[in-house]
């Protein structure tokens, strides 16, 4: 069936990189996602990926797709205090549905 | 602001009253979903609408949901009996497919708490 599998937990440093896993089940899935969710607030898209692409980069944030393996990580470069949050990786499966991971929180100590 | 607006952003209840919560997408975007979020987990689900046609419903959506986009534009989502387990967040998101893209924009979402 269909499932998205992140890391529960992720702790790094001010200033020191931040790479959040997550692997997925559907072979057909055309875009890939990555949404941060702040203490009660709704998704904000970080980034998308689209499932022909091996990497996309955007400012401090880099998208990597292994589609062989279908796994997908984000890096967070300089990670800041203010990146802490949750980050959830969703996969487009066609049509209206997409499916979330349970979160990956990131603690960010200064 | 243009973005997803819902509304309440809160709701506390007593088991067994009906809730009504209302979904604002952004303009121009014909889809609308709404996800159930509880503590921990991804977002999960419910339904969706393409302009005013409820077009999918999970089997997370029993008897006691419903959900209607009478214009196209807003949608609401009433829970009738409200039962301790429906507390969770209720997100409402909206898209405007193009080019084989389509990527989904969320709103604030509502928190409900059922005693």
């Known amino acids: 069936g269909e499932d998205v599998e992140q890391s529960l937990f992720l702790s790094v440093r001010e200033g020191d990189s931040s790479v959040i896993n997550c692997t997925y089940t559907?072979?057909?899935?055309?875009?890939l996602y990555w949404y941060k969710q702040e203490p009660g607030a709704g998704l904000q898209l970080l980034t998308y990926i689209f499932s022909n692409m091996d990497m996309k980069q955007d400012q401090r944030l880099t998208v990597l797709l292994n589609k062989k393996d279908k796994h997908l990580s984000l890096r967070i470069a300089d990670t800041q205090t203010g990146d802490s949050a949750i980050y959830f990786c969703?996969?487009?499966?066609?049509?209206?549905?997409?499916?979330f991971g349970a979160g990956t929180r990131l603690f960010v100590k200064a | 602001d243009t973005g997803v607006s819902q509304d309440p952003r809160h709701k506390i209840t007593k088991r067994g009253q009906n809730v009504t919560f209302r979904c604002d997408p952004i303009?121009?975007?014909?889809?609308l979903y709404w996800y159930r979020q509880t503590l921990g987990q991804g977002p999960e689900f419910l339904t969706y609408f393409q302009n005013e046609a409820q077009l999918e419903k999970s089997r997370l959506l029993s008897d006691r949901f419903s959900a209607e986009r009478p214009k196209g534009s807003f949608s609401t989502l009433e829970i009738q009996r409200t039962e301790q387990g429906d507390s969770a967040m209720y997100l409402c998101?909206?898209?405007?497919?193009?080019?084989?893209?389509?990527?989904?924009?969320f709103g604030p979402g509502t928190r409900l708490l059922v005693l």
């Open positions: 969703a996969e487009d499966t066609g049509g209206f549905k997409t499916i």
């Open positions: 998101a909206s898209s405007r497919p193009a080019g084989g893209e389509e990527t989904q924009y």
């Open positions: 559907d072979s057909s899935s055309t875009y």
């Open positions: 303009s121009e975007h014909n889809r």
